[in-house]
């Protein structure tokens, strides 16, 4: 994946080889602003990044494709050779909260190896801060009912999907329909049937026995191929058929339709019928948003598949991050570009808490001792990983417990409150200073 | 990949087993509707799936990792051992046009290996075509301006990244900046410089300096750390120093501020100084709008970076695509789930055309023999692709034929007018008796 970066990151490398510039640069990573209706982020993506740079090496036949776009002299393809990342990154852990403008992870490292991999983390935090973050608020909507991702047939791409059931899980989501994700990372599979299914049997009640069968402990019947209540009905029968051989059906699904009506006539019938232990699932669509709605209205749904809608972050499906140089040999830089500014030198990040309640973050300079708990922390030095690759289960807790602590009126899922975020004082003058020198240098103002 | 489905297509795929179920099912993929503002469909990814297709088989790790979750028999482990992929695969063409409705890809298998490709064929199709869709409609509004891919850093994922790179180019863009995406397709790879660049240097017109040092024929100046303007004034100076060695500077990139007001006063400083030959690049938040609008109000740019909002297709991140049932064991079967149609059988397109113009298509069974052309083609048979990998620049071209020959109202980028799509009056009729039959049966309807 060395080769998965921007041109310009290698012709900007060959520059800086020819200059001789290897002086230690930091670069700084975070997003600039909320996406619609965000008023916190998830953080995750950290152990793929560390993973990456640990192992940072171009291939022979990565050179040689190099060679091949006749861009690049023998002596740099050579350095390239034997480049490897040796810098240090600090970084708020995975599973932590975390809000605009803050550092995420900030890297120092000689200029050629923080540009290089610029692309890389960019996209790896991005894609799974943003994951994570809408999965965080499906599950905030869901109030405890169970949540399964079922986004893989429409993710963008089979990473985004493997991301989702990773990020959907960190972020409380109780399993994945992805099978690769379930070996990869060990989450919890999940699954009913598909229409397909039903249609491809004689008729609908066969299609429901014969699934029964094969797998009496974790059937969860679709059923609303062609009637939603006329499917009830028939797994109505198969339940009971279940009961005679000392079996429990597991659930039903509802995957179209009115949902809240039909949830409510669906759960009438099974308990009715002495079926309470019947769970309804839905499918369809649903996201934050869908989900509170059905709540609010009293649908009597246990448990949501959630697909598309989650799995591409569909109402917020890219945000504003930025990797920006902040110093470079030994000096605070910046650029002016209108709308983008970049805060200088590195940072830190310090949490200040009430009742065990986070309350207010201070972004300050790295060197800075102020109160509240810093976030970020070392977590690789001289290319080598500090931070073990942590067991997900430790930080999906670690995020529960972040979001618990948070205060409502932050987590809600349309025009939530903005959590305070300040500068201390020592970067504010700082970065006066910085933006006056570079003003004066650069436009001749004084 | 084999293991990148959904756990239904497994414990389905199980009880097919467990009953003796081989017969031959076809599956129809297909997309129910337009996104916002789309009028119609670039068709990509067809190579993907058959390369997938051809080499389908489970690992003895995938095997062991199922054998784990504990749901399956060790008969059913052993038949997935030796299976692979051996039917009949009917598509269209990538590069091609369609539109809603319209079968794009048709399987015919034993249904055991047409549903367990379920989820890697859609995922895979539906990105192609969401992006190829959306770069090709950012490629009209340029009207022959460059538009290059820059879109690595925030797409969702590597695999979108390498996709949008590929789709993009296949509908008429011109490069990317993805390195591997370069390699791996053989695209023409572009890049500027970014602001850590100029700010990494003691100035600005250093920083300009050192790159056209090295890179004289390729050098296109970010221009936008400091100040657009002031900017511009240095790489006007940078272009005499050039044109002192018999040199030319290639252009300059804005990323910020005013694009319509900077791109023009930075053509007017260019031309005033003779340097007609100095081309202006654009880049920051570009999609086929900010385009249209900045080709509408008269902004002097020559080349368009495409980030962010392409390569996620942000204005409709995902498709209502799905991959339906329409015959098993020689029968037409369908759902009725309400709002999700399924078109009954095995199908085929035809194309007619007016003056070199597509003007009508029409859904009709596959043994059909209507006018126009049939669009779609047997690309697979008995397991084994017919349609060898095509280059990439030859769909290209196919692309830009079949969007040259469309109607601008189908083209519109807002709005557009609907493509007549019919279905055959066979078609409607098995559809009719299908539904009666099924309605009879499941619903005790007569």
Redesign the interface.
């Known amino acids: 994946?060395e080769?998965?970066?921007?041109?310009?990151?290698?012709?900007?490398a060959?520059?800086?080889f020819?200059?001789g510039?290897y002086e230690p640069?930091t670069?700084s990573l975070f997003i600039r602003d909320y996406p619609p209706n965000r008023g916190y982020f998830i953080n995750a993506g950290l152990d793929e990044v560390l993973s990456y740079l640990e192992s940072f090496q171009f291939s022979q036949d990565?050179l040689d494709?190099?060679d091949s776009?006749g861009?690049f002299s023998a002596d740099f393809l050579h350095y390239l050779h034997s480049l490897r990342f040796t810098g240090q990154v600090r970084a708020i852990p995975e599973g932590r909260l975390f809000f605009k403008d803050e550092p995420i992870l900030e890297v120092t490292a000689p200029?050629i190896e923080a540009?290089i991999i610029?692309?890389f983390v960019?996209?790896t935090i991005?894609?799974q801060v943003?994951l994570a973050t809408k999965a965080s608020r499906s599950v905030h909507a869901a109030k405890g009912r169970g949540l399964i991702d079922?986004s893989?047939?429409?993710?963008?791409?089979?990473?985004?999907?493997l991301?989702i059931a990773r990020c959907g899980y960190l972020a409380g989501m109780n399993g994945t329909?992805?099978?690769?994700a379930?070996?990869r990372y060990g989450i919890p599979?999940?699954?009913?049937?598909?229409?397909?299914?039903?249609?491809?049997f004689p008729?609908?009640l066969d299609s429901f026995r014969?699934?029964v069968?094969?797998?009496p402990q974790?059937a969860v019947l679709l059923i609303?191929?062609?009637?939603t209540l006329?499917g009830a009905e028939k797994a109505v029968r198969i339940a009971k058929e279940m009961e005679e051989q000392g079996l429990q059906l597991r659930g039903v699904r509802l995957?179209?339709?009115d949902m809240l009506k039909l949830s409510r006539q669906v759960r009438e019938l099974f308990d009715r019928e002495g079926l309470d232990s019947v769970r309804i699932f839905a499918s369809g669509g649903f996201d934050e948003y869908k989900i509170q709605k059905m709540d609010r209205q009293g649908a009597m749904i246990d448990a949501f598949g959630v697909g598309?809608?989650v799995g591409?972050?569909?109402d917020a499906?890219?945000?504003d991050?930025a990797?920006?140089?902040v110093k470079?040999a030994g000096h605070p830089?910046?650029?002016?570009?209108?709308?983008?500014k970049t805060l200088v030198d590195e940072k830190q990040v310090f949490r200040t808490e009430e009742d065990g309640r986070p309350i207010k973050d201070t972004i300050a300079l790295s060197w800075e001792e102020l109160g509240g708990e810093p976030l970020l922390r070392p977590v690789m030095e001289s290319g080598q990983r500090i931070l073990q690759p942590e067991a997900l289960e430790d930080i999906r807790q670690r995020c529960r417990q972040e979001l618990n602590r948070l205060d409502e009126r932050i987590k809600a899922l349309e025009s939530p409150e903005t959590y305070p975020v300040e500068l201390s004082s020592e970067l504010v003058k700082l970065q006066a200073e910085v933006v006056h020198k570079?003003?004066e240098?650069?436009?001749?103002e004084s």
Chains 1, 2 share one sequence.
Not at 3 to 12: A, K, S, V
Not at 441 to 444: A, N, P, Q, S, T
């Open positions: 994946m080769l998965l970066t921007d041109l310009y990151e290698l012709t900007m060959a520059v800086y020819q200059e510039m640069a670069f990565d494709y190099l776009i861009l200029i540009q610029e692309s960019i996209n991005n894609l943003l079922f893989l047939r429409r993710t963008q791409g089979p990473d985004a999907a991301r329909s992805n099978v690769l379930g070996k599979l999940s699954g009913t049937m598909a229409h397909s299914f039903v249609t491809s008729d609908e014969a699934f069968r094969v797998f974790n609303d191929t062609y009637d006329s995957d179209s339709g598309t809608k591409v972050s569909a499906p890219y945000m991050i990797y920006k140089l470079y830089v910046l650029k002016l570009s209108s709308g983008k570079v003003r240098k650069e436009l001749g």
